[in-house]
């Protein structure tokens, strides 16, 4: 929940703004009025406000001031694969009758192609990061994560950003998204407990990142940002 008498900010909206599977479903199901948006809205009735959509995020901050806006990012491959099958009745609605090996050939046309929404190779989602950066007029090149503390805070006009990185989820959950009011005590789209646990459990398993992919990876300017380089190697050695 998220207890507004602790909220000293006083924030008008929350908005919670990032690409999937990040854990923000968590964030918005935290209390009872968060609203998931995929087109703009004529009223925003919900506190929470969680969108991908970068058209919903700029239509909001011109109809609200002082918003929380907080931004996730995740390591690609985990969060590809967990894209993936998080959509898998369409990405591969026969997923059932098809070999894991079948289903890795389906998830590599489909993710590191990025030919449906946004399943996307480490390329597409730097897009859309750079995208939410230009909006808030960040300049990408002088933005400095911080990864000793887990988290960055930046102001953009009457805003506050809040930027932080899956991986961290269990510290931010318990230092830091309480300093703003929310506590987050639900976790919700957990893998473990849907229907395809055990092929998304082969999967990560079983697959190999193409050359390629790792080579995005390495060279990609979002994840350099956010991740070390020992991090990212050993992200990618997890699947080599």
């Known amino acids: 929940m998220i207890d507004l008498d602790k909220n ?3 924030y008008e909206k929350i908005l919670v703004w990032q690409y999937g599977k990040v854990g923000s479903t968590s964030l918005r199901v935290s209390r009872n009025d968060g609203g998931f948006y995929e ?15 970068h058209n919903v995020a700029r239509d909001v901050m011109k109809k609200h001031k002082n918003i ?20 898998i009745d369409m990405a591969c609605p026969n997923f059932k009758e098809l070999s894991i090996n079948e289903i890795i050939k389906k998830y590599e046309e489909y993710v590191i ?8 190779s480490v390329k597409e989602s730097d ?6 950066f ?3 007029k960040i300049n990408i090149d002088k933005f400095k994560f911080d990864r000793d503390a887990k988290y960055t805070e930046l102001f953009h006009n009457s805003n506050k950003i809040l930027f932080y990185r899956f991986e961290d989820l269990g510290y931010i959950n318990l230092k830091i998204l309480p300093k703003y009011g929310i506590f987050v005590n639900k976790k919700v ?6 229907i395809y646990a055990n092929l998304y459990n082969k999967h990560k398993n079983l697959y190999k990142v193409s050359d390629s992919e790792k080579n995005n990876i390495i060279d990609s300017k979002i994840i350099n940002i956010y991740y070390s380089k020992k991090e990212i190697i050993e992200h990618i050695s997890n699947y080599r």
Do not use: C
């Open 8 to 10: 000293k900010n006083n």
């Open 189 to 194: 789209n957990d893998s473990s407990k849907k």
């Open 127 to 132: 897009i859309w990061m750079k995208i939410f």
């Open 68 to 87: 929380l806006i907080i931004n996730i990012v995740r390591l690609p491959i985990n969060r590809n694969i967990s894209a993936f099958y998080e959509n």
């Open 113 to 120: 192609q990025g030919t449906i929404g946004w399943f996307a």
């Open 39 to 53: 087109k703009e809205k004529d009223n925003y009735t919900d506190f929470i406000i969680q969108t991908h959509n």
């Open 134 to 136: 230009e909006i808030l």
